[in-house]
């Protein structure tokens, strides 16, 4: 609907002509449209398989951000060693080529080097070059050096290639906390044997984890040490322990607790290990975030009759309602660029992931169905989120300014509770 | 077709079909032979006719009122220096709607087939500056405003379909570009007057406009379109 309305305002633009001999007009954005990326890699042929699995990864980063689409190498006119030697810009206009990516993978004595350029055909310039080296072995982590590398020379934002996601992966009669690569490659299990397991949150760090564990029957809050594996419980008093969040300095957990009765925020002060209640409304208020300066909270509360978005601060206490529209309003995460708020909404008897500025205006929504728990990349351009098809969930990943959703986990496994790395 | 099939008979077709093609390349050297020639006698017994030319300017009618007042300024004028508004007999139309003849019509009528006020415009060189500007001026108000609306939306489709905004933007300003065109249509020069605020967004508009180009602009008309100054809007800056 918003594309369409605005393709029209495009189509519709005003004409003005000024009494001075310049002629003035307008030009309308039409939705968002994907740079064509060429890249090409120029190596030693007996590094085939290293440079084109090199390319592959790169390539999958970029494309999978839905702000890149490769272009098929078939179409280019100049090789690889030809555009080491000198880049004729024209070649690349002609095939309409956004981006041109050029790498040089070398052999050194202990591992690989990679030369990068960055051309910008249509505007005639070079708009980066850089050198990247890694041991041998593994060729992933130096490939999404390379996509950030891109990414951020080309859009002025970091990339997020190089971050990693832990969701929750269900079995037949237990859970287990699962860490991948952004891209879904390298998983590996990490804490297992779980007879429920709930909204893994990273610290700030990304060495530890705050996950809602079952004990038996009872939930607790445990924090997991990604690199020893070992749990800590900081809370397990009666009734609810869950939705454990850190804060962006990494010294507070802000979770629900309702060993006083109704679930309230509680947020915990992991050097003096003490609890204090945050939220003191009467009724539910539950699954907190913190806004990326640390100085609000928002949480869910049904302190007026439906589940909604408020957002407390820190300092003064102040209330503000986030969620001015529909009857439900969940599960909130708030953006790391500070400006906006995701979150599934209730929209026409169906959920949607929605994101919405703090204050409530511009509600967005980006992918409806069986969907929970959003959480944002860290450069803000990504949500992750849980999509429930025939019993099964899946994690999917789209853009937040639009696009379309992408699988990032098989079919054949239930995954929930994403948690993407800061 | 099969090797064994053309195995058969190898003798008889190829004869028969170069004997065909002397023939047909014969007859078609023979034709184009005689169109040459044909056209060659054509072209001597065709004279040059002298240049005609018709100038139609489009003028409302508040200018042509303007212009008869001036035009019969210009005749009262003749009568003391004759030598100075004389018009030149080569641009007046002659062919299929003579123009009446000076002596026969009195001098106070105001003849429209002689381009009287345009002619100033129209055959001073285009060098001067100051006149290229009442040049672009006059084109202005002479192409109709539906004209100039047309091709502004032909730039504006063009370099739409071709902004690429690959991402959401935080805050952003509408950027103001100034783009100069030369008269086939071509770049000559992209400026940012007023940037966006983010660099990425600058860089997306002049990809925009490179690659549209080049522009279908009017070719007498181009001085309306030599400057021209786009405001772009970004998604985040548009009405929900």
New interface residues.
């Given amino acids: 609907m ?1 594309l369409i309305s ?1 393709l029209l ?3 519709l ?1 005003l ?1 003005v ?2 009494p001075a ?15 064509q990326l060429a890249w090409e890699i120029d190596a030693d042929p007996s590094l085939h398989l290293q440079s084109s699995q090199l390319g592959d990864i790169v390539q999958n980063d970029l494309a999978t ?1 839905q ?2 689409v490769t272009m098929n190498p078939l179409s280019f006119l100049d090789s690889a060693a030809d555009s080491w030697k000198q880049v004729t810009y024209g070649d690349w ?1 002609l095939i ?1 080529t ?1 981006v041109l990516a050029l790498c040089r993978l070398t052999v050194t004595a202990n591992g690989w080097k990679a030369e990068v350029q960055v051309h ?1 055909p ?2 005639d310039k070079q708009l980066g070059t850089s050198s990247f080296t890694a041991a041998n072995g593994d060729l992933r982590p130096l490939a999404h050096r390379i996509s950030n590398y891109i990414y951020q020379t ?4 970091p990339g997020y290639f190089n971050s990693h996601i832990l969701y929750v992966r269900k079995l037949k009669n237990s859970s287990e906390l699962v860490y991948m690569d952004q891209d879904g490659a390298n998983q590996q299990v990490v804490a297992r044997n779980f007879p429920i397991l709930l909204s893994p949150n990273w610290s700030p760090d990304g060495k530890f984890v705050a996950l809602n564990a079952y004990v038996g029957d009872q939930p607790r809050i445990e924090l997991l040490d990604l690199q020893t594996g070992s749990l800590q419980t900081i809370a397990n008093f009666g009734g609810l322990n869950s939705t454990p969040a850190f804060s962006p300095d990494g010294r507070h957990i802000a979770a629900t607790l309702s060993y006083a009765g109704n679930p309230q925020i509680y947020i915990y002060d992991l050097r003096t290990k003490k609890w204090r209640l945050f939220t003191h409304h009467g009724d539910i208020n539950t699954s907190p975030t913190w806004s990326p300066d640390g100085k609000w909270i928002a949480f869910t509360s049904n302190r007026n009759g439906s589940p909604q978005i408020y957002r407390k601060s820190m300092e003064t206490g102040e209330v503000h309602a986030v969620s001015l529209v529909g009857d439900y309003n969940t599960s909130p995460a708030w953006s790391p ?1 500070g ?1 906006r708020i995701a979150m599934i909404s209730l929209k026409n008897w169906q959920y949607a992931v929605a994101t919405v500025n703090v204050d409530g205006s ?1 509600i967005r929504y980006l992918a409806t169905g069986k969907v929970e728990t959003p959480a944002w990349s860290p450069n803000g ?1 990504m949500l992750i989120y849980a999509y429930s098809h025939q019993g099964l969930r899946q994690l999917y990943e789209v ?3 639009g696009g379309h959703p992408q699988a990032v986990t098989p079919v054949s496994e239930d995954a929930s509770y994403p948690a993407w790395s800061r | 077709m099969s090797p064994s099939h053309t195995a058969a008979n190898p003798h008889a077709d190829p004869a028969d079909l170069h004997g065909q093609d002397f023939l047909v390349s014969l007859l078609v050297h023979a034709l184009v032979i005689g169109a040459i020639i044909m056209l060659a006698l054509w072209e001597v017994h065709h004279t040059p006719e002298p240049l005609q030319r018709i100038q139609v300017s489009m003028i409302t009618p508040g200018e042509l009122n303007r212009m008869i007042h001036q035009a019969a300024r210009a005749k009262v004028r003749e009568h003391e220096k004759p030598v100075h508004v004389q018009q030149k007999p080569s641009q007046m139309p002659s062919l299929s709607k003579p123009a009446p003849k000076e002596k026969s019509k009195p001098k106070e009528t105001f003849n429209p087939f002689v381009p009287l006020e345009s002619k100033q415009d129209v055959t001073t060189s285009s060098t001067s500056h100051t006149h290229n500007k009442a040049m672009a001026q006059m084109q202005m108000q002479q192409l109709s405003q539906q004209e100039i609306n047309r091709y502004i939306a032909m730039i504006q489709a063009a370099v739409q379909q071709h902004w690429k905004v690959p991402l959401s933007l935080g805050r952003v300003k509408n950027p103001l570009v100034e783009l100069r065109l030369r008269p086939d249509g071509r770049v000559v020069s992209i400026h940012i007057l007023e940037s966006s605020g983010d660099t990425a967004l600058d860089a997306s508009l002049v990809r925009a406009i490179m690659a549209a180009a080049p522009f279908q602009l009017p070719r007498k008309q181009f001085e309306a379109f030599r400057d021209n100054q786009i405001r772009f809007i970004p998604s985040v800056n548009q009405q929900q």
Avoid: C, T
């Fill in positions: 918003r605005s305002l495009g189509l633009m004409a002509s000024s001999s310049a002629v003035e007009f307008q030009i309308y954005q039409s939705g968002y449209k994907p740079l951000s702000s890149f206009r309409g956004d910008d249509f505007r080309v859009l002025g934002i660029k400006d511009d351009q853009p937040s300014w």
